[in-house]
């Protein structure tokens, strides 16, 4: 199994400096780099604490040459809020500069604060999320091209540079929705399993992705099939359940706290059948207890959802640690 960690830049309260924020994942990723860790993925976020990396492409220059083995993902770039040629640019930029490890996940994204403040209508961001990923392989792939869209036109353009990796750099594309999953699997891209739903819920989707491949003439072969869970340890199962309890606690109210009423409502009635949103995520999504109780509950789910790829959300410090010293020299 490949594990990798899914890292967020996140600045609770604000209790810290900001550039200590940047200095202790970068100090993760130096960790990350030493021991079994496949890749290091990073998120995009704008306009929030939740996480205060605008731009994973910068932080993965950074972060490629602070390595020498570790694959840099990105989970994802939102491609909706880019001109799709500047996007390949910098990713082919950072495939160069990295030595050829990256790899580059897509994603529409779902704040309509960044939606906004980008001058995207949301009810668009869709449609232009599969367009730009569309003229991004395109660019990566061919001499030159020229594209003819319902949101981007140009003539006879040639990417430089292309990537090093050749055709292009592994990539998969953001889906948790069905008609996400279902286009994705239409056009034999792989896709990345968010951290929020429920791991029942991910073994449901992971069987319609396949199915629809199976329908759209690919197959599931060996492709890498990222799922992300918020993972909490600790060297008992209370103090890991109160780690996960925090965490959770704090995730919700960064994504529909006090601020977006409107959406916290919604997230409760639609995302969690009627229960208390934190009780949800420490029932159903959180990876919680000691090191050697949730290297066994990962096992299981190699065989109950068909995980063969962990993309861990450490909630702690002290679970990051502990999933590094304990957690994967058993399963990478």
């Given at each position: 199994?490949?594990?990798?960690?899914?890292?967020?830049?996140?600045?609770?309260?604000?209790?810290?400096?900001?550039?200590?924020?940047?200095k202790?994942?970068?100090?993760?990723?130096?960790?990350?780099?030493?021991t079994g860790?496949?890749?290091?993925?990073?998120?995009?976020?704008?306009?929030?604490?939740?996480?205060?990396?605008?731009?994973?492409?910068?932080?993965?220059?950074?972060?490629a040459?602070?390595?020498?083995?570790?694959?840099?993902?990105?989970?994802?770039?939102?491609?909706?809020?880019?001109?799709?040629?500047?996007?390949?640019?910098?990713?082919?930029?950072?495939?160069?500069?990295?030595?050829?490890?990256?790899?580059?996940?897509?994603?529409?994204?779902?704040?309509?604060?960044?939606?906004?403040?980008?001058?995207?209508?949301?009810?668009?961001?869709?449609?232009?999320?599969?367009?730009?990923?569309?003229?991004?392989?395109?660019?990566w792939?061919?001499?030159?091209?020229?594209?003819?869209?319902?949101?981007?036109?140009?003539?006879?353009?040639?990417?430089?540079?292309?990537?090093?990796?050749?055709?292009?750099?592994?990539?998969?594309?953001?889906?948790?929705?069905?008609?996400?999953?279902?286009?994705?699997?239409?056009?034999?891209?792989s896709?990345?399993?968010?951290?929020?739903?429920?791991?029942?819920?991910?073994?449901?989707?992971?069987?319609?992705?396949?199915?629809?491949?199976?329908?759209?003439?690919?197959?599931?072969?060996?492709?890498?099939?990222?799922?992300?869970?918020?993972?909490?340890?600790?060297?008992?199962?209370?103090?890991?359940?109160?780690?996960?309890?925090?965490?959770?606690?704090?995730?919700?109210d960064?994504?529909?706290?006090?601020?977006?009423?409107?959406?916290?409502?919604?997230?409760?009635?639609?995302?969690?059948?009627?229960?208390?949103?934190?009780?949800f995520?420490?029932?159903?999504?959180?990876?919680?207890?000691?090191?050697?109780s949730?290297?066994?509950?990962?096992?299981?789910?190699?065989?109950?959802?068909?995980?063969?790829?962990?993309?861990?959300?450490?909630?702690?410090?002290?679970?990051?640690?502990?999933?590094?010293?304990?957690?994967?020299?058993?399963?990478?």
């Amino acid at each position: 199994m490949k594990i990798g960690v899914l890292q967020f830049f996140s600045w609770p309260e604000r209790r810290v400096a900001l550039p200590t924020v940047y200095k202790r994942a970068l100090e993760r990723i130096e960790i990350m780099d030493r021991t079994g860790f496949d890749a290091v993925w990073l998120a995009e976020h704008h306009f929030s604490t939740f996480s205060v990396c605008p731009s994973v492409h910068m932080m993965g220059t950074l972060a490629a040459a602070r390595t020498k083995r570790l694959r840099i993902g990105t989970a994802v770039s939102l491609a909706a809020l880019y001109h799709p040629l500047r996007l390949a640019e910098e990713v082919a930029l950072l495939d160069v500069l990295s030595g050829g490890r990256v790899n580059w996940g897509a994603g529409r994204g779902f704040s309509t604060t960044e939606f906004n403040a980008f001058g995207v209508p949301p009810e668009e961001s869709a449609a232009r999320f599969r367009e730009a990923v569309e003229i991004v392989l395109r660019a990566w792939t061919e001499d030159s091209f020229s594209f003819a869209g319902d949101y981007f036109r140009f003539d006879n353009v040639e990417l430089l540079p292309k990537p090093l990796q050749q055709p292009h750099p592994p990539t998969w594309v953001a889906a948790t929705s069905d008609p996400a999953i279902d286009w994705a699997a239409g056009r034999g891209l792989s896709i990345l399993m968010d951290p929020h739903s429920s791991i029942d819920d991910l073994g449901r989707k992971r069987r319609r992705y396949a199915e629809q491949l199976g329908a759209a003439g690919f197959t599931l072969g060996d492709r890498d099939i990222p799922m992300a869970r918020l993972i909490a340890l600790a060297d008992t199962r209370e103090k890991a359940a109160d780690i996960a309890r925090r965490g959770a606690a704090w995730l919700v109210d960064a994504y529909a706290g006090p601020q977006h009423q409107k959406a916290k409502t919604m997230h409760v009635e639609r995302r969690y059948g009627g229960l208390d949103p934190v009780e949800f995520y420490l029932k159903e999504v959180v990876i919680h207890g000691t090191p050697e109780s949730v290297v066994d509950r990962i096992q299981a789910l190699q065989a109950e959802i068909g995980l063969n790829y962990l993309m861990c959300a450490p909630l702690s410090h002290d679970t990051f640690m502990m999933l590094a010293d304990k957690v994967v020299p058993r399963l990478a």
